[in-house]
């Protein structure tokens, strides 16, 4: 079975700071995928952003980058020039598939406060 | 474009009465799924379905019945509910065979049991 693991469960940062959030996983399989998802106060759950595993190339999505080291199963997730509206829970999730089964598995979330 | 529509958003309960939390999506994605967020817990998946008429159980599935007859909607029922089922819901499906798999969630259920 696939555990994630977030060790960091709060965390703050200064608005215009940089921000890495730590996420380490467990899993024997070689193809996956491993995200980042974001839950503001509003309780949406929004996709941050997405790493394919076969892929060497870290992800990045304007602000938001990930450090992918498959080989020491971790997937951090680094906010540059944090913004008051970063504020929220963020969530690491990997999916697994098998045909046309998906399976996911959510880490713990970490709670990011950024400070004006 | 409304993606995954689950309703209600709030939803407060007796012990032992039922409820049925209904989940629909039009993006005629193959895979739906449930999951109920706790503190401190993460999200666990309660009940998946890979296609129509395919449903199978997630990690936390006692309590909890779902069907799949169409494509689009994915119900989760709650047969007697229990204070321990105090919880946020979510729904969510995905793309699947594509290599663009990834969850796009419903706005979420709280739902408090007394």
């Known amino acids: 079975a696939q555990t994630v693991t977030q060790s960091q469960p709060e965390m703050s940062v200064q608005e215009a700071e940089t921000v890495t959030l730590s996420c380490t996983y467990d899993?024997?399989?070689?193809?996956?995928?491993l995200f980042w998802y974001k839950q503001p106060p509003s309780r949406q759950m929004i996709l941050v952003i997405r790493q394919e595993a076969y892929k060497q190339q870290n992800a990045t999505e304007n602000r938001f980058s990930v450090n992918f080291q498959k080989a020491a199963k971790s997937f951090s997730l680094k906010i540059s020039d944090s913004q008051l509206g970063d504020t929220a829970m963020y969530f690491c999730?990997?999916?697994?598939?098998?045909?046309?089964?998906?399976?996911?598995?959510f880490g713990t979330g970490t709670k990011l406060q950024v400070i004006p | 474009n409304a993606g995954v529509t689950q309703t209600p958003k709030f939803q407060v309960l007796k012990t032992g009465q039922s409820m049925t939390l209904q989940c629909a999506q039009d993006m005629n994605h193959e895979y739906m799924s449930w999951y109920r967020q706790d503190p401190g817990m993460g999200l666990r998946l309660i009940h998946y379905s890979v296609g129509a008429g395919i449903t199978d159980q997630g990690e936390v599935p006692n309590g909890y019945n779902v069907s799949r007859s169409t494509t689009e909607d994915f119900p989760l029922r709650l047969l007697s509910a229990a204070p321990s089922q105090t919880s946020v819901y979510f729904c969510?499906?995905?793309?699947?065979?594509?290599?663009?798999?990834?969850?796009?969630f419903g706005s979420g259920t709280q739902l408090s049991v007394l």
């Open positions: 999730a990997f999916m697994k598939r098998s045909g046309g089964y998906q399976k996911v598995t």
């Open positions: 899993t024997s399989e070689n193809n996956y995928y």
């Open positions: 969510a499906s995905s793309p699947s065979g594509q290599g663009d798999e990834k969850l796009f």
